[in-house]
């Protein structure tokens, strides 16, 4: 494919500043990386719903759900995975550029593409989350069977058994989504952000600390 030479980026009159003042917070990208079934989509949801809460403006873009339209091109090996990532990275961008919190619920295996993502935004703006739970912990919560397809070698390139997953050196934040409750790591991801000054307190004073119902045990499971 030829890349286009042909065209200028054309500045915005409406800026991300401009943006942000309208906002509760300022805008950044939570990367949830993680084997599949460790929690990532699970987690970025509940988070949303707490900063939601908070009347932050949000958007998840999850691995399922892209690859039925964004990415439906794309399949699971190396190159595929790797563009994957680029095209979510640049989404995420766009999103954090109009001033919301985006997350980013991929398995993104591999370090090379996770410091690809990173290095698009400005310093402070990517947030890596490691949903650190153990392999044989998301093969218990393997609720798509998609680890025993796997292992009997009907899934091929299946990332933690016949893929390698990169678990983050120096990640912003490690949750252990294998050991903890689902309100503990949703507890952990907002103290980060109020540590990081991403958002400020709701100014009408009411109680923030409720989440809604529902939630207990974490369950995902994708090969993005």
Request: charged share 25%; net charge neutral; with cysteine.
């Amino acid at each position: 494919m030829n890349k286009s030479t042909n065209t200028v980026w054309h500045s915005a009159t409406i800026t991300r500043a401009h943006r942000e003042q309208l906002n509760v917070h300022r805008s950044v990208v939570l990367w949830f990386t993680g084997l599949s079934g460790s929690g990532k989509s699970t987690l970025a949801h509940a988070v949303e719903d707490e900063l939601y809460q908070r009347s932050c403006r949000t958007f998840v873009l999850d691995g399922d759900n892209v690859r039925q339209g964004l990415c439906s091109d794309l399949g699971f090996s190396v190159q595929d995975r790797s563009e994957n990532i680029r095209r979510i990275s640049e989404a995420a961008k766009l999103l954090v550029e109009s001033g919301v919190i985006a997350m980013t619920a991929f398995i993104s295996p591999f370090r090379s593409d996770r410091q690809r993502a990173r290095s698009i935004f400005p310093h402070g703006d990517f947030i890596e989350i490691f949903c650190e739970a153990s392999l044989n912990v998301c093969e218990q919560r393997d609720v798509k069977g998609l680890y025993r397809r796997a292992r009997s070698g009907e899934v091929k390139e299946f990332t933690g058994i016949s893929s390698p997953y990169e678990a983050p050196a120096n990640p912003e934040l490690a949750v252990r989504t294998g050991e903890l409750p689902l309100e503990d790591c949703v507890a952990q991801v907002i103290e980060y952000l109020r540590q990081r000054n991403v958002f400020r307190e709701n100014p009408s004073g009411g109680d923030e600390s409720g989440l809604p119902a529902g939630r207990g045990r974490i369950v995902d499971g994708a090969p993005d």
